[in-house]
């Protein structure tokens, strides 16, 4: 099936979900929609997120995609139900992949924006597939302007790290990212955190889920033409473009702005 | 004359500039527009920027402002002159009375956002009041979330400073904080820049401009009755509320929500 799959972000950050798409799927068109003029998501209410995420989906049905991806958590706490029960294409998020990756361990840290720690909704739905775990969800709002601004490999990414997360050690077993920019600070993570505290991604679990329902309804892109790739900003498409190849990996050749949001 | 005043910011930053209109003129009404759906503008196009500045001043002119102050230099710098040219009222920003301040040095850094610092507007301006100057513009974009989260007395603000400005040691007289989230920074700023580099802020100078004009247009309110300070968030009224403190000095008692901008 020639329509695309869409995602939308805040920004930046879902590129590593696409990036994840792409090496599984590598035969689909995808559109992707950094909502830069809006960004960040983090620190906004769940009424303005909504709205936000309401727009942004409205924008990629427009373009005829098959399936949505929303790949940022702050969205997907306060939109993706709501989303569910107003759009007529299968909606896939970030939330279920994490809790399936998380299922099998005890002590577990959430660490995510304000707005998605604030929601409540990992503890919850951690808390409803295993009562017997103990949680510790952590906001870390300085993780996502570090690493837009390069500084994920500086040294002070990896004192607000431990400004943050000190009181986690020797705490838990597994650490949720529950944010699509903190797979960059990896290793920064992992130092402070220690080498037994697994870090959980759910990008390539969000992939997965996403095959599964293709197949499921028949609807994988078969072609053997390359397949297609659509960027759009609602700011500042030039700086999406050079700032996007450091979360997707590599280049992205054109972006287009899309009208306001 | 019993109008009200106007300010509007991204965020909180233009309380800064409105506690020392407090002082200056203690009798004023004022009405503050945080638009905090909106914030940051220090990374956003000027396109948008200019957008978000037409809303909210018209959010502002619709309650019968008899002046408007932009405490942001963001907004200035993309939208100042244009609203100067479309609104019916005086409008003071923050540019001039930076440039005042700024006349008597010939070595000059500008620190401020990205979105300020490549606008060009301030290297202009302080380029056609004395040619003879050096000039160092530097963008300083972590500035304002280690300030929002409330890491302008941490170690790493120290070392995010070094960072920036290590390249401006022993060659300026005199740093234009073009931000008015900056001034929370200057234990930090001065350390790092040394006690001979004079700090200028335009907050002051602001509101002696605002002053005079009353004066001049005879609109000074006279009455003796406490004034009215209204406080609006276009985001989460109780965290402007909460979070204003920081700025403003004093407790904001009240913050109502605007429609969204």
Do not use: W
Not at 23 to 45: F, H, M, R, V
Not at 119 to 148: D, H, M, W
């Amino acid at each position: 099936m020639e329509a695309p799959i869409g995602l939308f972000d805040s920004g930046f950050g879902g590129l590593t979900v696409m990036k994840e798409i792409v090496k599984l799927l590598p035969n689909e068109n995808l559109i992707y929609l950094g909502d830069t003029a809006n960004l960040p998501y983090g620190n906004k209410s769940p009424e303005t997120v909504i709205r936000c995420a309401r727009a942004n989906a409205a924008f990629l049905l427009e373009r005829g995609i098959k399936l949505l991806i929303i790949p940022c958590h702050t969205a997907c706490c306060h939109a993706l139900e709501i989303l569910k029960q107003e759009l007529p294409i299968p909606i896939v998020g970030v939330i279920e992949p994490g809790l399936q990756l998380v299922h099998n361990f005890r002590r577990i840290a959430i660490l995510g924006t304000t707005s998605t720690i604030e929601s409540g909704l990992y503890q919850t739905q951690i808390r409803k597939q295993n009562s017997n775990v103990e949680i510790f969800a952590k906001a870390c709002p300085l993780f996502v302007p570090l690493i837009e601004e390069g500084f994920h490999e500086h040294i002070t990414a990896k004192l607000i790290a431990q400004h943050y997360l000190d009181e986690l050690k020797g705490k838990i077993d597994a650490a949720l990212l529950a944010c699509t920019h903190y797979p960059l600070l990896r290793k920064v993570l992992d130092e402070e955190l220690g080498a037994n505290v697994a870090l959980i991604e759910p990008a390539v679990g969000c992939a997965q889920i996403v095959k599964k329902i293709l197949v499921e309804k028949n609807q994988l892109r078969i072609q053997k033409e390359k397949p297609h790739y659509q960027f759009f900003a609602s700011d500042d498409p030039e700086k999406f473009r050079k700032f996007g190849k450091l979360f997707f990996g590599t280049v992205i050749e054109k972006v287009e702005k899309n009208k306001k949001l």
